[in-house]
């Protein structure tokens, strides 16, 4: 975004009456203290005062590469030719340039810089320098005209800095000032009103700082010149002005990331406008008006409007915005109804995404006209129907997202029309048929294939081996049958692999030993056989290989990714041992060759027998039970679910014994168990303590809430059981998934636990906050939880968070006066889906700082969340968890590289924003805290940004 936003900036060369052009860039500044004050030589010639000036800075400045120490006291005669200095052509005695880039210089910028009258280019990135641009600077307009005319300064030029407090004033005394850019600093405050009266601007940058306040309501006017108008990223808040309108000059007009609200104004005499952005506010459609009167912005190529609250049905009128539109973005809002076939008239459209609506009914036919389009996301909507055969003819797409909706029918085979593209995702669908083969020739795609979460069945073709550049590819929790393709081997490029959740059979192909460069490998819950190969010993790259609940056999290899136990999941295969315990198997006994072949018969006579037995009722039962658990659409009640006694629980627990409970709470303590009767299933089960006061009433609320829902972000029930116990006593359980990593409390702030990485936190946040959105927005009624916590958000195999303990949860009506005083909410207040908005915020600062909210730290006023407020952002790397990101800021890494800082400030930059996101979900005043909607596309959006600059798998 950072090009488009400077492509409206006027050419220097246009600005023909400008005499003096001054570039600051301070790129590496780090602390921020105040300038000493000025030196002054005016005793001096003009040309020994540019001698002084220049010893003054030396004087000022330290030198940590020695490259100032030619600057000489005694060398009046030669400091033109001193390393960093430029002189004039005309006046060979007078300073013109000072270019210091990469000097290592630190210390602070002394304003006795300005005696340096004739300066054009002040050149200094790549250094330490700190403290705030000398006001001086400002001023340069009161310099006399004998000494250079800086009164015709057109472009001053600060962006890109840490410089903060608050624009000087002087800067608007600048006359016929045309170009200010003093964006991604840490100025804060208010801006000063004067700025907006300088009349001359053309191009007004002072985005991503902290800025606060409303805009005049007669900027329009105040601004006549205005081209191009860049405020995202601050704390603005009010309503857009209307008068914005008459600046009829605009062209680009950016207030992204802050806090409008109001209905958005017309901008329809804007008829130069050529990029829109208003996305990230609280902005309201209200009767779409202004979408009609941006049918006369005829040169308009953006529009974002997403993560705002824009409501009702998309008008047909969307199609008739300019044909040069190339960017249409409305996604994160709550816009209902059908999408408008009107909008395959944008035929110049190359990027649409209306993901995380409420859009329903059919995709349009239309969407085929869109023959430019290289990216299309629709997913988390409640779209239905079949996937239209027109969409093959998007012969340009390089990105479609249709996950998360209610598609049905059969996947379109036009799809393989579509060569270009890179990644395809239409998970959580009710998609069925087999897969098509023409899917398998898009050798294009790389980035990802996901089918899962359908009912899709047959076999993998063995065409899957023509999907030769595939980084991502998962089938998992579909009715897919039949054997691995050996063909999938030629994938040497995966990089994750889940095939869970289906029936496949068989070994597992040798042809896998091609995949070294794997991350992690899923095949759980199928029917596979055969023993583990031995090549996964050899894989480095391999963090995960989930194995459990098929039918495998023999021997564990021993070697590479089998010496940690936490990276290798075999539990539910009866027939492996193991020659360490750490895998909870049989131990392998060492025999003769003869030994080994006669339990090997005796072995497979057994099984054998076995199977021609249970051979039919087994695989019914699975059947039935496999595509009753995976089905996304309505949720079956506990009638539907399997029925477990009072004694099923009490063997699967082996009495309810100490050594199975893995955690206790109010109202229940949960047990690890085996269900005997499900294939020794390894699930949880949560015994309701009855004789507690409000644990009945858990045990209901409990039922209510996951009778009602279902999402892959919240845990799983497998069903309930309420009966009596051998005393005759009331007893209540709930049989749940059993997650295999605990709590995330455990991993915060157990020392036992390997630490988390920034991206493990930073996906987990991401999976807390779409359950969350889907309580709060996907629910009818809503839903809210009321009790979100670290220690109700469970981990499974691969890291992905569950929220669960629903037993305080509570079904949210339109007069509901429920109320509540827990200081978890913040203020006293309601209960509403604000208080989970809190409760996620203090669970990300806990994340972040590996610090309870109960720590005894926090006494006399103090919590965590003000804690956390007061080091941010100038101390925010202090108070961070150190096991966030090992040995990040030592001195052990190489941050003179221009990649590796690349990589470190892109990384301290997305901690920030998840620490201002955490701030902003913990504000004590409700009101002020943004909705879950927002806080989902915020954090997935830091989440794409860690996965360019790290590796967030663990």
């Known amino acids: 975004m950072c090009d488009r936003q400077r492509k409206n900036v006027p050419h220097l060369g246009t600005l023909r009456s400008a005499r003096l052009l001054i570039f600051v860039v301070l790129s590496s500044l780090s602390s921020f203290a105040v300038f000493p004050a000025a030196t002054a030589a005016a005793s001096f010639s003009s040309s020994n005062t540019d001698f002084q000036t220049l010893l003054c800075l ?31 052509k005309t006046n060979t005695t007078r300073v013109v340039a000072l270019d210091l880039e990469s000097y290592g210089l630190s210390g602070q910028i002394p304003p006795c810089i300005v005696n340096l009258t004739l300066l054009t280019r002040i050149h200094l990135p790549d250094n330490q320098l700190s403290g705030q641009i000398p006001p001086e600077l400002g001023q340069l307009s009161n310099i006399p005209s004998s000494l250079g005319n800086f009164s015709s300064l057109r472009s001053l030029l600060l962006a890109a800095n840490h410089l903060q407090g608050s624009i000087p004033v002087s800067i608007s005394k600048i006359p016929n000032l045309q170009v200010l850019d003093i964006s991604y600093n840490n100025f804060r405050g208010t801006v000063e009103p004067s700025l907006y009266n300088i009349s001359s601007l053309m191009y007004l940058s002072i985005g991503v700082n902290y800025f606060t306040g409303a805009l005049p309501f007669d900027i329009g006017y105040t601004l006549p010149s205005i081209q191009t108008l860049i405020l995202q990223q601050n704390n603005f808040g009010g309503k857009i002005p209307p008068s914005l309108a008459n600046a009829t000059d605009l062209e680009s007009i950016n207030l992204g990331a802050n806090a409008f609200h109001g209905i958005i104004p017309s901008f329809g005499p804007l008829y130069k406008l050529n990029e829109l952005i208003l996305a990230t506010n609280q902005l309201e459609a209200g009767d779409w008006s202004f979408l009609s009167s941006l049918e006369n912005c005829t040169q308009l190529e953006v529009l974002s409007l997403a993560t705002n609250v824009m409501q009702g049905n998309l008008p047909g009128s969307v199609g008739s915005l300019a044909n040069t539109l190339n960017a249409l973005w409305l996604h994160a809002n ?4 059908t999408i408008p076939p009107e909008i395959g008239n ?3 459209l190359m990027r649409l995404r209306l993901e995380q609506n409420y859009f329903a009914g059919n995709l349009p036919g239309t969407i085929g006209n869109l023959a430019n389009l290289t990216s299309l996301s629709l997913s988390q909507n409640n779209l239905s129907g079949q996937i239209p055969l027109s969409i093959g003819k998007l012969g340009q797409l390089n990105k479609l997202f249709l996950q998360d909706n209610n598609f049905s029918g059969a996947i379109p085979r036009s799809l393989g029309d579509c060569k270009k593209l890179i990644t395809l995702n239409l998970s959580c669908n009710t998609l069925n048929g087999s897969i098509p083969k023409e899917l398998f020739s898009l050798n294009s795609l790389t980035e990802g294939f996901d089918l899962s979460h359908n009912q899709l069945s047959g076999q993998i073709p063995q065409d899957i081996g023509g999907l030769i550049n595939i980084g991502l590819l998962n089938f998992s929790n579909n009715h897919l049958s039949g054997q691995i393709p050996v063909s999938l081997g030629a994938c040497v490029r995966l990089e994750s692999l889940h095939l869970e959740g289906n029936f496949l059979d068989g070994r597992i192909p040798e042809s896998f030993i091609n995949l070294g460069g794997v991350a992690e490998i899923d095949l759980s819950r199928n029917n596979l056989s055969g ?17 459990s609940f098929n039918s495998l056999e023999g021997q564990m290899p021993e070697g590479g990714i089998f010496q940690n136990s936490s990276e290798v999941l075999v539990q539910g295969n009866s027939m492996l041992c193991s020659r360490s315990p750490k895998f909870q198997l049989p131990l392998c006994v060492a025999s003769s060759r003869h030994q080994r072949s006669s339990s090997r018969n005796l072995m497979i006579t057994v099984i054998s027998v076995a199977l021609a037995l249970v051979f039919v009722a087994c695989v019914v039962f699975i059947l039935l039970k496999k595509r009753k658990r995976y089905k996304r659409s309505d949720h079956p009640s ?3 679910m399997k029925n477990f006694s009072y004694a099923d629980l009490v063997k699967a627990t082996n009495s309810f014994s100490s050594d199975n409970l893995v955690g206790s709470g109010a109202y229940g303590s949960v047990y690890k168990g085996v269900l005997e009767s499900e294939a020794r299933e390894i699930v949880a089960i949560k015994v309701f303590k009855l004789d507690e006061l409000g644990a009945p009433k858990s045990f209901v609320a409990e039922c209510e809430a996951f009778r009602n829902t279902r999402h892959r972000n919240l845990l799983r029930v497998i069903s309930a059981c309420s009966t009596w116990d051998n005393k005759g006593n009331d007893f209540k359980a709930l049989i749940i998934e059993y997650m295999a990593n605990g709590t995330l409390e455990s991993w915060i702030y157990s020392e036992m636990r390997r630490p988390l990485s920034l991206g493990s936190r930073v996906t987990i946040a991401v999976d807390i906050a779409a359950a969350l959105d889907y309580l709060h927005n996907r629910c009818v009624p809503p839903i809210v939880h009321c009790d979100l916590k670290p220690s109700n958000v469970l981990l499974d195999d691969i890291m992905g968070a569950r929220v669960s303990d629903f037993g305080l949860a509570k079904f949210l009506q339109i007069h509901d006066s429920s109320s509540i005083t827990s200081s978890k909410y913040g203020t006293g207040s309601k209960i509403s889906k604000e208080g ?17 909210p109960t720590d005894e730290l926090f006494n006399n006023g103090l919590s965590l969340q003000k804690f956390v407020g007061n080091a941010f952002p100038e101390k925010i790397c202090e108070i961070l968890d150190p096991k966030i990101i090992p040995n990040f800021g030592s001195e052990g890494v190489d941050t003179n590289l221009d990649h590796e800082k690349h990589v470190t400030m892109g990384i301290l930059n997305c901690i920030m924003q998840l620490v201002k996101l955490g701030l902003a979900c913990s504000m004590q005043t409700p009101k002020d805290r943004p909705t879950i909607l927002d806080v989902y596309a915020e954090v997935s959006t830091i989440k794409r940004t860690i996965s360019a600059l790290i590796c967030v798998e663990e």
């Open 531 to 547: 023993q583990i190969p031995n090549f996964f010993q050899s894989f480095n790259s391999l963090k995960l290989l989930n194995l």
């Open 836 to 852: 989970d908005v809190y409760s996620y915020g203090i669970i990300i600062l806990e994340m972040l700082t590996g610090k309870r």
């Open 638 to 640: 506990f009638n539907e």
């Open 58 to 88: 030396k004087l000022h400045l330290s030198n940590a590469t020695n490259l100032l120490g030619s600057w000489k006291q005694n060398d009046s005669l030669s400091f033109c030719r001193w390393p960093g200095v430029t002189c004039s």
């Open 334 to 337: 709550k816009i209902s109804g």
């Open 346 to 348: 944008l035929t110049n």
